[in-house]
Nanobody, 127 residues
Framework: VQLVESGGGLAQPGGSLRLSCAAS????????CGWFRQAPGKEREFVAA????????YYADSVKGRFTISRDNAKNSLYLQMNSLKPEDTALYYC?????????????????????WGQGTQVTVSS
């Protein structure tokens, strides 16, 4: 299993970035996936998650209305469109594969729901 993030970089407050995650080594289309982030000195935190087909999505309150998670199963790819970026969005962003698709009661915002992680892509929001 391999997850490779890309698309991070430096953005100004109010700007946008689009993160991508290329998945390989497993049947991407049957697993839920998510995005997490970790800022220096802080714990890794949930950002967004998607069911196997993108039909169900979840967001952290801090990014709701600004970020959009999507996926293209034909391309084995997961995306995170980030708009209206704020300095507090600065972090290392990780793509993660869940242990299964989501079901009722899935703890989609918990790191132990996910069994594989990418290496991360840095997002810095600063003027």
């Amino acid at each position: 299993v391999q997850l490779v993030e890309s698309g991070g970089g430096l953005a100004q407050p109010g700007g946008s970035l689009r993160l991508s995650c290329a998945a390989s080594g497993f049947t991407f289309s049957i697993y839920a996936c998510g995005w997490f982030r970790q800022a220096p000195g802080k714990e890794r935190e949930f950002v967004a998650a998607s069911s196997w087909n993108g039909g169900i999505t979840y967001y952290a309150d801090s990014v709701k209305g600004r970020f959009t998670i999507s996926r293209d199963n034909a391309k084995n790819s997961l995306y995170l469109q980030m708009n209206s970026l704020k300095p507090e969005d600065t972090a290392l962003y990780y793509c993660a594969k869940a242990t299964s698709d989501f079901s009722y009661g899935s703890r989609y915002d918990q790191t132990d729901t996910y069994d594989y992680w990418g290496q991360g892509t840095q997002v810095t929001v600063s003027s």
